[in-house]
């Protein structure tokens, strides 16, 4: 089992840059396929990315490429979503969701065993 701690959320101008961090504790991180989701008031849940096990391989859904970067370090048992250009579109709460074993494609929640409590950005305009 893995515990996850994000931090980094807070207020922004739109333009501006946050990066958030999700801290692992538990089993091995380097066993879990990481993601970042986010939900917005009165929405789903929404996939933002994923990052492989061995952080070789990253996604994003189309609305933040280019904008936002995954990356991670096992070594310390974090994952950093790195958020550029941030819009007030990008307003949510952030989550970062585990999968063991996976393998750092799935965009969908069902997927992921293990959440953490959420951060959140609000980006204002």
């Known amino acids: 089992q893995v515990q996850l701690v994000e931090s980094g959320g807070g207020l922004v101008q739109a333009g501006g840059s946050l990066r958030l961090s999700c801290a692992a504790s538990?089993?091995?991180?380097?066993?879990?396929?990481m993601a970042w989701f986010r939900q917005a008031p009165g929405k789903e849940r929404e996939f933002v990315g994923a990052i492989s096990r061995s952080g070789s391989t990253t996604s994003y859904t189309d609305s933040v490429k280019g904008r936002f970067t995954i990356s991670r370090d096992n070594a310390k048992g974090t994952v950093y979503l790195q958020m550029n250009s941030l819009k007030p579109e990008d307003t949510a709460v952030y989550y970062c969701?585990?999968?063991?074993?996976?393998?750092?494609?799935?965009?969908?929640?069902?997927?992921?065993?293990?959440w953490g409590q959420g951060t959140q950005v609000t980006v204002s305009s």
């Open positions: 538990g089993r091995t991180f380097s066993m879990y396929a």
């Open positions: 969701a585990a999968d063991l074993l996976g393998d750092g494609r799935s965009t969908r929640p069902n997927v992921y065993q293990y």
